[in-house]
């Protein structure tokens, strides 16, 4: 027989996500993000049939650390929005 566990809303702030919400961190946040596509955008040439094993992994790296960043603003800003106007 299975059991549901019922878990309990707990409160939460945007200081969760990134410290500092008066909109100078998340400004940073972005600004961070577009340097990194920036520069993964200037190696693409080093992209081919015949790149190393460590070079790609380098790729994959800042790919993930770009979609990680990208995923914190994406969420800050939802929940930003929401706790803005009080949406439910």
């Known amino acids: 027989m ?4 019922r878990h309990k809303i707990g409160s939460w702030r945007l ?6 919400t008066n909109g100078k961190e998340f400004q940073r946040l972005l600004e961070s993000i577009g340097r990194k596509v920036k ?3 200037g190696k693409r040439t ?11 992994e380098e790729f994959l790296r800042l ?4 979609a990680e960043k990208v995923g914190i603003a994406s969420a ?13």
């Open 15 to 20: 200081d969760d996500l990134i410290n500092g």
């Open 76 to 88: 800050y800003a939802h929940l930003s929005y929401v706790s803005r106007y009080h949406i439910k």
């Open 39 to 41: 520069y993964t955008e």
């Open 63 to 66: 790919i993930e650390e770009i």
């Open 46 to 56: 080093e992209l081919h049939n015949n790149i190393s094993k460590e070079r790609f």
């Open 2 to 5: 299975t059991h549901l566990i």
